[in-house]
């Protein structure tokens, strides 16, 4: 049965005079990977700094394993997580010598030590590199031993702050292949700050996102990519099409919503005449020659001009107006086979249950 | 002067005053400057920029201020300490924890901040955290150690002072020479003057040492 770690009740946290995170409540499952997204700036460091009692909150509670903090010194407590930073940061010493550096402060002895540190660069695949001296590695190499030096600690909570973000693409995938295989392997419970989103889905057993220092939003990482609870948090998940409408007609669970001229049907609870914004994931968006479009599931049909066609990754993004503006995201073969280009008439369908209604306020 | 009995006497007491004065300049700077790059309190850049300013003392100054001070109707004039060894010691000290000091400071403040935060992240204590950055800081900390005896092996104006070049008891290598010149023996001076500069390349060249074994290792 799953329990909680570590609970956060009404924290706030000042730097330098400045409030830079509010979190009502936040709790971290035993056994679970959560992962923290949010843009640079957002707070998500500060989370991290705080959860390993490096940061003090200005007022609030970190409620671990059911006891309150003043029940162990910070240094007691920091003995039983592991911080992994951003950038390595090893010692100018042996890779050895490094993973054995967080060991030696907890005082365990010499063969103890060389058994566990053994194990671990094993398992990091990078027992070869025992005594290398750990400023020459590369930047893969590097961040291996970093992740070794924590994982060697056994920690009840392990807290990396963005490891990877200055990875090349394959040593990064390939990292964080390994990553997700150990922490499955050994249930530690993980906190994993992070601005990617593909890597917060990749790891996540659920997502928190943090917005202008304010939790917005934790769920499972279906829930918050597919329904946030705001516009700051649809945005940042990567919903493009955000419309303003006004439910015209609920039935069984099904909402149609008119948006301009067109209608949309969406699932989900709204009132009727209730006003609300529909959103809708580009890659849930599927698009057709006009002459091709075939019998469809899809609920909704909208028929268009394409507006603009951009690169994005190994995938494009469709702008398609129709009237307003709609985003597709396909991959390069579509775009060819289709023929698709500026100007040319398009038709798009999506699920009624890939629309998600977030209720207008104004 | 019987050159090598003499000379010997006056080397020996050479190095073992400057090794003990960096040796208590080292105890004193190595905390101090620790302090004063990781402590957050009121004043830290001021007491900072006093011992960056320590850092280029005239040793003239040094030696008024401590023969004031140990001069018979002194403040501590009963202590009977002007014109030994140990007045020597301490006008040396005076010279060399402030550049000891200085460089410590200056060495730990080069390292990244975030070490701090990667070594208490990692369950170092307090003091484990300090002593895990000496360690990292080793080659700017040794460099500190010999610009701390350079700067007392060489100096003249405050060993003088305080020392009164008392033959077998407070004549250093640095008084010496200042002595022989000024009889007008320049042959002995000159020889006195390369070993002067032979003490302070072995001693570097052995910190030296110690120093890139460091950097290889």
């Excluded at chain 1, 709790?27 to 490096?54: C, Q, Y």
């Excluded at chain 1, 057993?205 to 609870?229: H, M």
């Excluded at chain 1, 049909?301 to 603009?308: A, D, V």
Aim: hydrophobic share 50%; with cysteine; charged share 20%.
């Amino acid at each position: 049965m799953t329990s909680p770690l570590l609970d956060i009740r009404d924290l706030s946290v000042t730097r330098g005079g400045k409030p830079v995170l509010r979190i009502d409540a936040l709790t971290i499952t035993r056994g679970d990977v959560l992962a923290v997204v949010g843009p640079n700036g957002a707070g998500k460091s500060s989370l991290l700094l705080t959860l390993a009692r490096l940061l003090h909150p200005e007022h609030g509670k970190l409620i671990f394993h059911g006891n309150p903090p003043q029940s162990e010194s910070d240094l007691a407590y920091r003995r039983r997580i592991a911080l992994v930073l951003q950038d390595p940061l090893l010692f100018d010493r042996s890779v050895y010598e490094n993973v054995a550096s967080g060991l030696r402060f907890r005082g365990l002895g010499k063969d103890e030590i060389r058994l566990r540190v053994e194990k671990w660069l094993d398992r990091l695949g990078i027992a070869s590199l025992a005594h290398r001296r750990a400023t020459e590695l590369s930047g893969g190499e590097a961040q291996r031993v970093n992740l070794a030096r924590a994982l060697v600690l056994e920690p009840e909570l392990l807290l990396l702050d963005e490891p990877f973000s200055a990875l090349d693409p394959p040593t990064h995938k390939r990292l964080l292949d390994d990553l997700s295989i150990l922490l499955t392997e050994t249930q530690i419970t993980t906190v994993f700050v992070t601005h990617d989103l593909d890597e917060a889905l990749f790891l996540g057993d659920g997502v928190a996102v943090i917005l202008e220092g304010e939790l917005r939003q934790k769920g499972t990482p279906e829930s918050v990519f597919t329904a946030p609870t705001d516009l700051d948090v649809a945005a940042f998940v990567g919903i493009e099409t955000v419309l303003p409408g006004r439910v015209v007609a609920v039935e069984n669970g099904q909402v149609t919503v008119g948006v301009g001229e067109e209608k949309i049907e969406a699932v989900g609870g709204a009132k009727l005449d209730q006003r609300v914004y529909i959103c809708l994931r580009p890659e849930d968006v599927t698009l057709w020659e006009p002459a091709a479009l075939p019998t469809s599931s899809a609920r909704n049909l909208l028929r268009g001009q394409i507006q603009q066609i951009l690169p994005h990754g190994a995938l494009v993004r469709v702008m398609m107006a129709c009237p307003f503006t709609l985003v597709a995201l396909v991959t390069r073969a579509s775009i060819q086979s289709m023929s698709l280009a500026v100007g040319a008439e398009v038709a798009a369908t999506f699920k009624a249950s890939a629309v998600h209604l977030i209720p207008r306020g104004d | 002067m019987i050159f090598d009995a003499e000379v010997l006497q006056i080397t020996l007491l050479s190095l073992k005053i400057s090794a003990l004065a960096t040796s208590i300049s080292l105890l004193i700077g190595l905390p101090l400057g620790t302090l004063l790059a990781l402590g957050k309190f009121p004043g830290r850049s001021f007491f900072l920029s006093i011992v960056n300013t320590g850092m280029g003392l005239p040793p003239v100054v040094v030696g008024l201020m401590v023969a004031m001070l140990l001069w018979r109707s002194g403040p501590l004039g009963d202590l009977k300490l002007i014109y030994t060894p140990v007045a020597i010691i301490i006008a040396q000290t005076i010279i060399s924890a402030p550049v000891v000091t200085g460089l410590t400071a200056a060495a730990l403040q080069s390292l990244d901040p975030r070490f701090r935060l990667q070594l208490y992240g990692l369950g170092a204590s307090r003091l484990q955290m300090i002593t895990s950055l000496w360690r990292e800081a080793r080659l700017p900390l040794l460099a500190a150690l010999m610009a701390g005896f350079g700067s007392v092996i060489s100096e003249v104006g405050a060993s003088m002072m305080v020392g009164g070049n008392i033959r077998f008891q407070t004549r250093v290598l640095t008084t010496a020479i200042v002595l022989e010149t000024g009889k007008g023996h320049f042959d002995l001076a000159i020889a006195l003057g390369l070993l002067l500069l032979l003490i302070t390349f072995l001693v570097n060249w052995a910190l030296t040492w110690i120093q890139q074994r460091g950097a290889r290792r």
